[in-house]
């Protein structure tokens, strides 16, 4: 059974930088599409970005392209979402999931979840 743990959430002010971590157990992260979602109270949970082993590609929604980068540390069993040049609009609970059919829509149904880490972003 994949557990995944969030990390590193916190505030940080518009234009500065927070690096997300997610730590894997039970299985690795190695084969299997990885990714983050964010979710804002009252609003729909949307993919921020997404790793297919398929296509050995990375995806991002085109609010973050540029400013976030996803990577992975199979020795670690972790995975990180670098947040740079961060707006107020990044404000909300980041979650990583794990699992299969990452697409480049980011409109994917992973099988693992971790619990969440919040993130605000002062203007």
């Known amino acids: 059974q994949l557990q995944l743990t969030e990390s590193g959430g916190g505030l940080v002010q518009s234009g500065g930088s927070l690096r997300l971590s997610c730590a894997a157990s039970g299985l690795t992260l190695d084969y299997i599409d990885i990714g983050w979602f964010r979710q804002v109270p009252g609003k729909e949970r949307e993919g921020v970005s997404c790793?297919?082993?398929?296509?050995?590609?990375?995806y991002y929604r085109d609010s973050v392209k540029g400013r976030f980068s996803m990577s992975l540390d199979k020795a670690k069993r972790t995975m990180y979402l670098q947040m740079d040049n961060s707006h107020p609009g990044d404000t909300a609970t980041y979650y990583c999931?794990?699992?299969?059919?990452?697409?480049?829509?980011?409109?994917?149904?992973?099988?693992?979840w971790g619990k969440g880490t919040p993130v605000t972003v002062s203007a």
């Open positions: 999931a794990a699992g299969s059919h990452c697409t480049y829509r980011l409109l994917w149904s992973p099988g693992s």
């Open positions: 790793f297919s082993t398929g296509t050995d590609s990375t």
